[in-house]
């Protein structure tokens, strides 16, 4: 699959606001660190992709992911069947390309409590839509895989989140139309 460049360049200033079922989260984008993947995650909010998906992956001290649009046309329940089945068919969704890993160039690469970061497959440059935030650090995927921003507000959110939880929309603010 080719590598796609955002063409959005991304300014220092860009907050996500990921509006899930179990309240709002504010993620400060780190666009200096990871150009890339803040570009891509800006391009696809302000297109609404990730709006009415569900996370479905949920390992407890671990992550919550979401960003899969194989989950946006099934509720919330039968996200939880699905991933509860191995051959469920959740986790391998994407927006149609891939894009460049970071981690490798990223200075401040860290997966800190609530850092927010992209899930890939076992090629470094799979990653295209799926995210994870962080529940506690999480140091060991410093080198594997690329964090992109850090939760400023909502930490208690995302302790809250579960498979099957709704992302009701991702906006930017700070973000240049």
Known sequence: MALYTPAYKPNGNEVAVIVTSKGTIRVQLAGADAPIHVGNFVELAQKGFYNDLKFHRYVP??????????????????????????????GTGGPGYCIKEEYT??????????????????????????????????????????????????????DQLRVGDVIESVTIEGAQE
């Open 105 to 158: 160039t990223n200075p401040h690469n860290s997966h800190e409590d609530g850092a927010l970061a992209m899930a890939r497959s076992q090629m470094p440059d799979s990653a295209g839509s799926q995210f994870y935030l962080c529940l506690g650090a999480q140091h060991f995927l410093d080198p594997n895989y690329t964090v992109f921003g850090q939760t400023i507000e909502g930490l208690e959110v995302i």
């Open 61 to 90: 001290g671990f992550v919550i992911q979401g960003g899969d649009p194989h989950t946006r046309e099934l509720d919330s329940e039968q996200v939880k069947a699905a991933a509860e089945n191995p051959l469920g068919g959740l």
